[in-house]
């Protein structure tokens, strides 16, 4: 059986759907703090930073397989430094002990376009450049690509890991980020009200629309151990772009919506990472491509987001 940390949160909600489609409802195990309403499915509430908690629904759900997306984000992450590493290091090291003691299959660990500084090169930035995180999520991130890829040279422990850059969805709502910003302006654009943007116009993020995340998680986790190059974590990207282009781009469906600049301490985060990513290592070992650019992302986003708002609204 399957078991999802953080199984409420933006990816993980996605994810624990994708997968009890995969495998059935019953073979996929939910975890959060707290329980999403109208949630189908089994679920438990975990705190992932209690070993006990984690090993007891491990061993009572037959547990084969982790994806740990149990964490606290960037801009959240800031609010209270020390809380954001003691959380992040602690899930990760009871999901890595818990499954090195029980024999786990396979670990999935997310990380971050955040374990980047602003001293590597930006625009297309390698997958081995150096980690000078500048939040300390990305020092989470960083120093958890270090434990995973340590797990498996170890203990032969099959953990595989993303550096996600900032997902886009209709399915749910972003949480503590610095890329959220781009999933609330669809939303603002679909309610006809004016957005007020956190970050500068010419901010440009690597960005991946949701069900190429999703694809691209599910890929890597099928891939065949021995294509696996990077125990470390995968540069992974979709686009990148900036909130004008993506202002732009929703306009051509809705002329009449407005934009304003309004930066908060979110854009210094923004500037110390990536413009965008070589992911050539996830496309040469599991033949990883995106499959959503921007104008065909605002198309499915506006189109679902209207449905929902209509369906609300009657
Ligand atoms: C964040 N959405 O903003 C996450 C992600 C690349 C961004 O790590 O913190």
Known sequence: NI???????????VLTKMLQRKHGLNNVIASDLKKQEHFEGLFEFIDVTDFDALQESVLKNEITEIYHLAAI???????????????NMKSLFNVLE??????????????????????????????????????????????????VNYYYTKYGLDV?????????????MPSGGTTDYAVDIYHKAVKQEPFECFLEASTELPMIFMDDAIRATIELMNAPSE????????????????PKQVFHSIQKLYPDFEIKYKPDFRQDIANSWPKSIDDSFAKKDWRW??????????????????????AIKI
């Not at 801009?75 to 003691?86: C, I, M, R, S, V």
């Open 98 to 147: 818990v499954s090195r003691i029980h024999g786990i299959n396979k670990v999935f660990y997310p990380s971050s376009i955040a374990v980047f500084g602003d001293n590597v090169k930006r625009v297309a930035t390698p997958q081995s450049s150096n980690l000078t995180p500048s939040t300390v999520y990305g020092i989470s991130k960083a120093s958890g690509e270090n434990w």
């Open 160 to 172: 595989r890991s993303i550096r996600y850059p900032g997902i886009i969805g209709y399915q749910s």
């Open 289 to 310: 491509k995106p499959e959503y650019d921007l104008d065909r992302m605002t198309t499915i986003m506006i189109k679902k987001l209207r449905a929902h708002y209509n």
């Open 3 to 13: 078991l999802v940390t953080g199984a409420t949160g933006q990816l993980g909600s």
């Open 227 to 242: 294509a696996i190059s990077v125990r470390t974590s995968y540069n992974v990207s979709g686009m990148s772009f900036t």
């Open 73 to 87: 984000l960037s801009a959240n992450g800031e609010k209270n430094p020390l809380n954001t590493w003691d959380v």
